[in-house]
Nanobody
Framework: QVQLVEAGGGLVQPGGSLRLSCAAS????????MHWVRQAPGKGLEWVSV????????YYSDSVKGRFTISRDNAKNTMYLQMNSLKSEDTAVYYC???????????WGQGTQVTVSS
């Protein structure tokens, strides 16, 4: 079955950086677009970024564009999210999700908490 395991979250000061990873199994990772989504306390899911199958097409929400970088290593069945210049409003649980289309996803992992605070 599909499994997605996020890691790399933690507590970081404003302006700091974190790198999240997502280990995938149970499906042919290289065949699917992959997404990052997040959920801030008391809010709904917010789409963050998506990457196509071969690192060629990357899209970001306006709130993270220029600060976050999505990438993937198909040989390792792993996706990453490099987050720089973090702000307090980036505080959320971050989930990776298996895409069914560039703008839709069907499975996601258990999430990793990112807290940006001084």
């Amino acid at each position: 079955q599909v499994q997605l395991v996020e890691a790399g979250g933690g507590l970081v000061q404003p302006g700091g950086s974190l790198r999240l990873s997502c280990a995938a199994s149970g499906f042919t990772f290289s065949n699917y677009w992959m997404h990052w989504v997040r959920q801030a306390p008391g809010k709904g899911l917010e789409w963050v970024s998506v990457i196509n199958t071969a690192n060629g097409r990357l899209y970001y929400s306006d709130s993270v564009k220029g600060r976050f970088t999505i990438s993937r290593d198909n040989a390792k069945n792993t996706m990453y999210l490099q987050m720089n210049s973090l702000k307090s409003e980036d505080t959320a649980v971050y989930y990776c999700a298996k895409g069914v289309a560039p703008a839709a996803y069907d499975y996601w992992g258990q999430g990793t908490q990112v807290t940006v605070s001084s």
